[in-house]
């Protein structure tokens, strides 16, 4: 089975442009998490989904950040306009119904704002 | 803000020692888990023990967990080079949905050769 993909791998762009980040969950998992992790603050839950309805945007960082999930198998999280500070990996993990305490992370998108 | 702290923040022993991390917490739990991250990859889990569990094993790995001191330690046997990695404990922070899960700063873990 295919773990939770994510593209791009690498992001590099210049600030104030828009950044689209894109997440597919496992097959069948109905929660999704989008996380931040720098080296300063760590790794930060960014805001997350149960069967494609936000549940909790509290980490976003400020109104330049947004996330969608327009169906179970696809979300993007969107930064606009993108900042220096923006500079992290992005990781979406997904759950499911089953052992759903269990994120299953997948490999990062790293973004660099130039 | 971070529901766990892992101690130490780094620890580099030996191959074939043995290698603790501890992760203290501050509300209670449901659960808490174990993930490790290797080198520019996303996080693994590894292990959970529920809060009305005290030891947990899988493999090489013993976890343990006093709710009273709201405390967990994760003993790696006999290390390997492989799991030079970062450690990270996470709690559910007893929320009921059983969904957000809360990590702790890491413990990053060496193992030379």
């Known amino acids: 089975d295919a773990g939770v993909i994510q593209s791009p791998r690498h992001e590099v762009t210049e600030m104030g442009q828009e950044v689209t980040l894109r997440c597919k969950p496992i097959?069948?998992?109905?929660?999704l998490f989008w996380y931040r992790q720098t080296m300063m603050r760590g790794l930060e839950l960014l805001i997350y989904?149960?069967?494609?309805?936000?549940?909790?945007d509290s980490g976003m960082p400020e109104d330049r950040f947004s996330a969608k999930m327009p169906n179970a198998s696809f979300s993007t999280l969107k930064i606009q306009p993108s900042e220096p500070r923006d500079s992290a990996v992005y990781f979406c993990?997904?759950?499911?119904?089953?052992?759903?305490?269990?994120?299953?992370f997948g490999p990062g998108t790293r973004l660099l704002v130039l | 803000s971070q529901q766990g702290e892992e101690d130490p923040q780094a620890l580099s022993i030996q191959e074939g020692e043995n290698a603790t991390m501890n992760c203290s917490y501050k509300?209670?739990?449901?659960?808490l888990q174990w993930y490790r991250q290797n080198s520019g990859r996303g996080l693994v889990h590894l292990i959970l023990?529920?809060?009305?569990?005290r030891e947990k094993h899988s493999g090489r790995l013993r976890v343990t967990l006093d709710t009273s001191k709201k405390s967990s330690s994760l003993l790696i046997t006999a290390s390997r080079a492989a799991d030079t990695a970062s450690y990270f404990c996470?709690?559910?922070?007893?929320?009921?949905?059983?969904?957000?899960?809360?990590f702790g700063s890491g413990t990053r873990l060496s193992i030379r050769p």
């Open positions: 993990a997904s759950s499911g119904l089953v052992d759903r305490e269990t994120q299953y």
């Open positions: 097959s069948g998992h109905n929660s």
């Open positions: 989904f149960n069967n494609n309805v936000p549940i909790d």
């Open positions: 509300t209670s739990i449901n659960n």
């Open positions: 023990i529920r809060s009305n569990e």
């Open positions: 996470a709690t559910d922070g007893g929320y009921s949905s059983a969904s957000k899960i809360i």
